[in-house]
């Protein structure tokens, strides 16, 4: 959810593969519904990570079956609106926070569960990707037969 100044809350939300704001839907979607009802999620997070980026990291937070690695985000969690000036030019001011499931919001950095600092040297192997796929496999959800 995004949460204003005033702490006035827009709640989004997905059912049947479809967007919705405020219980509202928005009319269209892409998406095939989920499988199942809580699969594993991991969540994989670095510097680069930013405001939409954020967004999609707050929205996983507090779900069950849901862990985040890597490295901090870059601190932007934030919703902003764009206003057109008289003379044309638009101005991008930001207006909300995101905020968790539980409405906790957020203001800087999102630190992982599982922080992962990569190292630049190792071209060849990705330990955060590495470190979220051994925790998949380890949900029974996930589970190799």
């Given at each position: 959810?995004?949460?204003?100044?005033?702490?006035?809350?827009?709640?989004?939300?997905?059912?049947?593969?479809?967007?919705?704001?405020?219980?509202?839907?928005?009319?269209?979607?892409?998406?095939?519904?989920?499988?199942?009802?809580?699969?594993?999620?991991?969540?994989?997070?670095?510097e680069?990570?930013?405001?939409?980026?954020?967004?999609?990291?707050?929205?996983?937070?507090?779900?069950?079956?849901?862990?985040?690695?890597?490295?901090?985000?870059?601190?932007v969690?934030?919703?902003?609106?764009?206003?057109?000036?008289?003379?044309?030019?638009?101005?991008?001011?930001?207006?909300?926070?995101?905020?968790?499931?539980?409405?906790?919001?957020?203001?800087e950095?999102?630190?992982?569960?599982?922080?992962?600092?990569?190292?630049?040297?190792?071209?060849?192997?990705?330990?955060?990707?590495?470190?979220?796929?051994?925790?998949?496999?380890?949900?029974?959800?996930?589970?190799?037969?």
């Amino acid at each position: 959810m995004f949460v204003d100044a005033d702490g006035k809350k827009r709640i989004w939300s997905i059912k049947n593969g479809a967007p919705y704001v405020d219980g509202k839907s928005k009319g269209w979607s892409d998406a095939p519904p989920v499988a199942r009802s809580s699969p594993p999620v991991a969540v994989l997070t670095g510097e680069r990570t930013g405001s939409a980026g954020e967004a999609v990291v707050v929205a996983f937070r507090g779900r069950p079956h849901t862990r985040s690695f890597g490295e901090p985000t870059y601190g932007v969690p934030t919703g902003n609106e764009a206003y057109r000036l008289s003379d044309a030019a638009l101005l991008n001011l930001t207006e909300v926070k995101d905020a968790d499931r539980t409405g906790r919001t957020y203001d800087e950095a999102i630190p992982p569960d599982e922080e992962i600092v990569k190292n630049p040297l190792a071209r060849d192997r990705d330990d955060v990707l590495r470190a979220a796929q051994d925790w998949l496999l380890k949900q029974s959800a996930c589970a190799r037969p």
